[in-house]
């Protein structure tokens, strides 16, 4: 009987067929998704997985699935509103679980179409966002400044895992905006009943009414419903690989929240101008190199010959070995801009309070003060590639609030 169950199984069910069946006494009825390793996999109505031994496996009922086309969102154009650009992530999507990939998602671009907001959306990417380059935010900040020049704030949908990056290399690449920008993303896609996506754009559409003149951030204050916080895009970090709230500020000052559906100020932001300017240029010859005891000083030297700028995620204030400052002061003299940052989550790298600080200074690296490191990166690669002469100088002041001149002590 199971051997004839197994043959069925395997040849009969594919990808999206409905299957009823009890287990335990209990009645299931969900989505199947795989059969690997003897595993079923069913993806039931409450967006979580359950998998089952093939040989347990006695549907009830299977109801094939339908080859629907697919349906993708049609661009909607509008001018002073709200214009929204999807660029791939969990936010922007539906998980296809046959080959992995992300694809634009007609839930949450159809939810957008109410007619009681002036709302326009634009399907500009499909990728996941490990996929970023810097080309892509070149692109992206392109479309942006498009849109801010027809009169619309623009909301990015973005995927969680680079939003940082994206964000602070918007940020310095708009030096001016006429318009609010803000990133947002979600932790569950638009097709779990759990998703975060939908009231994440709600909250990212209600901030534009405060006309935050910079690239601002905008996710889950908590694990709970309607906790919308606002947060400036270069002093942002994800903090959880799952939560709600997984980004957030690294000094805890958010900037603002949604109470009661309205966006309330907390802090103070730069408000829009007249205008917008961008300058898209990006030098992608910079690179993070995260130090560790023990670590070879030709991982260095290889990361120094192919970069003119290196951000080391340091110890502590900002150290290294002694083997590696060797390797700073050779690269520094062939050139290559260093970069002190620090692996802790907040706080000053200093590089005078130790010898090895003194050393590094010594050496040619400079101290770039409580940045966080991937902000570092792309702030990197915009000075090289417009503001080179004036490198060391810039890198060590704020320019987009991402350098904050005194700490909180909390």
């Not at 339908?66 to 661009?75: A, F």
């Not at 070149?138 to 009169?151: Q, V």
Request: proline share 3%; glycine share 8%; charged share 25%.
């Amino acid at each position: 009987m199971f051997e004839a169950l197994t043959v069925a199984v395997s040849t009969d069910l594919r990808f999206g067929d409905r299957v009823k069946l009890t287990y335990n006494g209990r009645k299931i009825e969900g989505m199947f998704i795989s059969l690997e390793h003897g595993l079923i996999t069913l993806k039931l109505g409450n967006g979580y997985n359950i998998v089952l031994q093939e040989d347990e496996f006695r549907p009830d009922q299977v109801t094939k699935a339908e080859n629907k086309p697919e349906r993708r969102p049609r661009s909607v154009d509008v001018k002073n509103g709200v214009k929204i650009l999807a660029t791939g992530g969990t936010i922007a999507s539906r998980i296809d679980y046959t080959t992995g990939a992300v694809k634009p998602s007609p839930e949450v671009i159809s939810a957008l179409e109410t007619g009681e907001q002036n709302v326009g959306y634009s399907v500009i990417d499909d990728i996941l966002s490990e996929n970023m380059t810097p080309e892509k935010w070149i692109y992206i900040a392109k479309k942006t400044k498009e849109e801010l020049d027809r009169g619309n704030h623009v909301v990015i949908l973005h995927g969680t895992d680079t939003m940082t990056y994206t964000a602070s290399a918007l940020a310095f690449m708009l030096e001016r905006q006429s318009r609010s920008v803000i990133l947002t993303g979600s932790q569950r896609s638009s097709d779990r009943p759990s998703s975060d996506a939908f009231e994440n754009i709600s909250s990212s559409i209600m901030f534009t009414a405060l006309n935050a003149g910079e690239v601002c951030i905008s996710m889950h204050g908590s694990i709970s419903d309607f906790s919308g916080r606002l947060m400036r895009g270069t002093r942002s970090r994800k903090m959880h690989t799952s939560r709600r709230d997984a980004i957030r500020p690294v000094d805890g000052r958010y900037l603002a929240r949604i109470e009661d559906g309205v966006a309330i100020k907390e802090a103070e932001f730069r408000s829009t101008g007249e205008d917008s300017v961008l300058i898209p240029k990006m030098d992608s010859r910079a690179a993070i190199l995260y130090f560790y005891p023990g670590m070879d000083p030709g991982i260095f030297e290889t990361i120094a010959q192919k970069n003119d700028a290196i951000v080391i995620m340091g110890t502590g204030l900002g150290h290294v070995s002694e083997s590696i400052i060797s390797e700073v002061r050779k690269a520094h003299g062939s050139g290559v801009h260093i970069v002190m940052t620090s692996q802790c989550i907040a706080g000053n790298t200093n590089l005078n309070v130790y010898s090895t600080g003194r050393e590094l200074k010594a050496a040619g690296a400079i101290s770039a003060g409580d940045i966080l490191p991937e902000v570092a990166l792309t702030k990197a690669m915009f000075l090289l590639a417009n503001h080179s002469d004036e490198f060391e100088k810039l890198m060590q002041i704020p320019m987009r609030g991402e350098i904050e001149e005194r700490l909180r002590i909390e």
